[in-house]
């Protein structure tokens, strides 16, 4: 992060994450200050040529490189163009913090949920959203819902679109059982389109856009450890999930043993998820249910996975497979 002596006060904002720029675009928009975004670290350090910013909010894993490379990069660009201006920086990017990166914006997310409910609850919404009339919205379009639920999951990854919101849509539409079996099914086939299409269709476009360090330890990985590191990937998110599904198809891992260990490591965080928002609708309306407990117990713990690691690791005196 850089700071200098300016009236104006100007963030750059850098993550791949969409929600996560507009959530601090909102925050940060309120505080009176201006704000920049970027979602890869080539934009970046085009929007950061030729002029100044008092912080930068970069998150460590980017597509195209590290947050801390790209960090180097904008100091040593800003000290260029300020004639040596002094700056200071404060890094943030402890190697325990790559793993806590996804759990990060799992509280973000439930925090937003939180917010959302707060202003349906107090914009007296909440006759809107009866789980029987939407039940017999459902049930109207008969085996088309599941269908068109089902494709929309399956491309989103390949098109780079956040699979979370649909993953709580799917919990509210279909409830706790079939949410799981649509969103399971459809997340993983989404993930296999994405590894065939790297692997078989546009593998030359994937090779220049994953050109970082990390990437290529990601391939030594698998070229090591097989399936084991799609298992490691999957349950401690170092890499954006839409990114890494392209990734592994750029690797030499058997296509079933990606598809199988993809869908039961994806697996644990699916349910809590849709157990958590299958109940969602009964909060708004202010029943704390038993489902909403469990999945909110379960969202928790799949976002402990990291910490659990680390302390595993450390007691054993592991190193990382990547």
Known sequence: MFKMDTSKKTILVVDDDKSILRT?????????????????????????????????????????????????????????????????????????????????????????????????????????????????????????????????????????????????????????????????????????????????????????????????QLDQGVEKHGWKIVAFTRLIPLFPFNLLNYAFGLTRINFLSYAATTFICMLPACIAFIVFSSSLLDLIKGRVSPAFLVGLGLVVLVSLIPLFYQRYKAKKGLTDPL
């Open 24 to 216: 601090f675009t909102r925050i940060l928009q309120k505080s009176g200050y201006e704000i920049e975004v970027a979602e890869t670290g080539k934009e970046a350090m085009e929007k950061a040529e030729g002029r100044h910013y008092d912080l930068a909010l970069v998150d460590i894993r980017l597509p195209d490189m590290d947050g801390t490379e790209l960090l180097a990069k904008l100091k040593k660009q800003l000290q260029k163009s300020s004639n040596g201006a002094q700056t200071r920086e404060r890094t943030f990017a402890a190697n325990g913090e790559n793993k806590k990166g996804g759990m990060l914006k799992r509280v973000v997310f439930l925090l937003l949920v939180i917010a959302a409910i707060a202003a349906i609850r107090f914009s007296d919404a909440t006759q809107y959203l009866e789980q029987e009339k939407l039940s017999q919205l459902i049930q109207g379009y008969g085996a088309l819902a599941p269908l068109i639920y089902m494709l929309v999951y399956t491309v989103a990854p390949s098109l780079f679109l956040p699979g979370l919101p649909l993953t709580i849509a799917g919990g509210i539409l279909f409830g706790p059982f079939w949410g799981v079996v649509y969103t399971i099914t459809s997340a993983t086939l989404g993930a296999c389109l994405a590894f065939l299409i790297s692997r078989y269709i546009a593998r030359d476009w994937v090779e220049k856009k994953l050109k970082s360090p990390r990437w290529k």
